[in-house]
């Protein structure tokens, strides 16, 4: 008899666990999550910062909610067929009972993991300049809460004090987020230098996130999988990449219209492909078979 399928959280873990560099695609709909599956991921990423300019038309200074978030993961996950999300959880909102909340919204919602930050709220991204982050006593109890909340998701503690208070600050805070239970460690904006220093504070056994994204400047001329490998980071996400991509690729098209009066030979997925992405296929066998069944009564 073979046992249940592992759980998304479950492969999350899995893959945290590893020895492989995994890289994270950002998702943002159910389009764009059944590409990732198609192109191999074994884990995607839903940013507050593509969610707050997708959904809301705003930069990511803390005007979307975890419960916006959630929302838009009830649109993705289903599309993942299994494949983990793992989802930014900004500051949770709050203090540790807004956490708290958080945390169980994001696992009624398919989400298999989060990062959750030590930023002031309302937070902005964190390679704005002007950021501020709690102290160590009310970051720690953040990351506390979610992973004492009882959802069993992968709890990813981020600290940005790297840019506001240095590399002690970061070695404090990330002690602490791993003393009360934080499954790995994400410290945003540093190098394989600050990394490493902090991997040699903690010693083996902490996996890291590592972030490759655009805000942060050119992706392309960054770490090599085995430089991270070496220093204990397990998954990387590129939470803005697709989104980046999409948005020039649209504009390319609706310039053309405006200009042409059609879209012309501006590269786009054949129509075709994208209802065979969303399975239509599969629906109109379904269509049939129920239509069969009806009519042999």
Known sequence: MTGRPASPTQRLRTLLAGDDVVHLPGVYDAVTARLAVRAGAQ??????????????????????????IADRARQVVPSLGGVPLLADADTGYGNALQARRTVLDYAAAGIAGLHLEDQVSPKRCGHMSGKAVVDVVEAASRVRAVVEAGSDLVV???????????IDSVVERAR???????????????????????????????????????????????????????????????????MLAAAAAVGDVY?????????????????????????????????????????AR
């Open 43 to 68: 884990a995607a990423c839903l940013s507050g910062a593509v969610a707050s300019a997708v959904g809301l038309g705003l930069p990511d200074l803390g005007f979307v909610h975890g419960s916006q």
């Open 156 to 166: 990813v503690a981020r600290t940005d004090a790297l840019s506001v208070e240095g």
């Open 176 to 242: 602490a987020f791993v003393e009360v239970g934080a499954d790995a460690v994400f410290v945003e904006g540093a190098g394989l230098a600050e990394l490493a220093r902090v991997r040699d504070a903690l010693g083996d056994g902490v996996p890291f996130l590592a972030n490759r994204s655009e805000a942060g400047g050119a992706v392309s001329d960054g770490p090599s999988d085995a430089d991270y490998a070496a220093l204990g980071v397990r998954l990387v996400i590129h939470p803005v990449s697709a």
């Open 255 to 295: 310039s053309t219209i405006m200009r042409d009066g059609h879209a012309g030979s501006t590269p786009r997925m054949g129509w075709d492909e994208l209802t065979d992405l969303v399975g239509l296929g599969d629906q109109l066998s379904l269509e049939q078979r129920y239509a069969e069944a009806v009519s």
